[in-house]
């Protein structure tokens, strides 16, 4: 769908409402393309990206914006978001591991595995 909107013919677009975010999108599964998410973001579009089995439950985790993230350049901005691993506000228990040592990770942003 992200896709869709992102490529769709100029002449077939509508502008979206205007306010302080735009319109906010949730997708999730694997990460948009950053291609596409900054489209999306050119278009007026907030896409927040998250994760979770939605057959069984539906999002667990999610990537919580940070208004510092405003400032980099729109490519840099579409990376950060396509990622996720802050604990969705409905699930208590979820943590991020290393996949070797079972370790938990940091949610912090600056881990390896949330680059």
Known sequence: MLNMLANAP????????????????????????????????????DVAHGYGLTETYGPATICAWK?????????????????????HVMLQDVASKDPVTMETMPCDGRAAWAR
């Open 10 to 45: 100029a002449s077939e677009r509508k502008k979206p409402p205007t306010g302080p975010r735009g319109v906010r999108i949730s997708t999730g599964g694997a990460p948009p393309p950053p291609q596409v998410l900054a489209k999306m973001e050119e278009l007026g579009f």
């Open 67 to 87: 208004p510092e993230w405003d400032a980099p350049p729109l490519a840099e901005r579409a990376r950060i978001k396509a990622r996720q691993g802050v604990p």
